[in-house]
């Protein structure tokens, strides 16, 4: 079965070392995305949003995020772009932007746990967080209401929590982002499949981050064609231990739980080079293009 993944990942721009709105920076929104090579950008509240053309291996996956970026980068020279999954706003850049620019969670997301919708954001916070959503596509013009896509988008978010949200805990420090967003399960049905909404931005910092969500999110779905419902295990570990339930270890990023299943799930984690220092990570995106076998 053919499987096509793309993403939408989030940024902040920041100028003389203070963080500022990306409101009015570029002339996409979500309704009219400004169409570049190999993606789209847009606003999206106070971050600047892009995605990319889905694709079918690491290596156009990792170039389009690279050409993208960069070029989002470049229409915006003034500014500096920020991989980090959350950014603090001062008083005066709030009160200067206009209310649409500050609504959260316009469009619900679920819970593939339980079904039900996540609660909407507390939009009062002096804080916005980024997301790196993924989105994994194995049909077409699917009815989002249709009660076996549904379940299919609720099985392959599970599986991803365990092949993507719990190393997850262990490649990105950050915990405030899960105050607003990002808890396990969290996820959209689409036409073409399901948008995975668990990861913050922490992915985009390298070229190294960016091969290993797409290989494991091709793991995770793999393995469930192949019938290796992995969440099931998951499930039945944390009846046995609450502590190592999947929701618990991520919605609290409880990174030494997150290692032990790491290593009794096999969890692959990524090669890093050997200027990756986590969150700290300055973006080295430009100049980047994918190479044979990368």
Known sequence: MQVLIGADPEVFVMKGGIMQSAHGLVEGDKKNPQKVE???VQVDGMALEFNIDPAEDANTFVHNVQNVMAQLAAMVPEYKLVIEPVA???KDILAACPAEALELGCDP???AYTGAPNPRPDGTRNFRTAAGHIHIGWTQGMDINNPEHIEACRMLTKQLDVYLGIPSVILDPDKTRRELYGKAGAYRVKPYGVEY???SNFWLKSPELQQWVFSQTKRAFDALIEGNRIYEMAETISKR????DTRTV???????????LCD?????LPK??????GKSLEPFYLGYAAQPGF
Do not use: P
Request: proline letters at 0%.
């Open 88 to 90: 603090h706003f001062n």
């Open 197 to 199: 909404r668990v990861l």
């Open 250 to 260: 991520i919605n609290g990023s409880f990174v030494a739980d997150a290692k032990i």
């Open 272 to 277: 890093m080079n050997a200027g990756y220092k």
């Open 241 to 244: 231990a609450s502590r190592y």
């Open 109 to 111: 997301d679920y819970d």
């Open 264 to 268: 009794h799930y096999q969890i692959k």
């Open 38 to 40: 190999f993606g789209a």
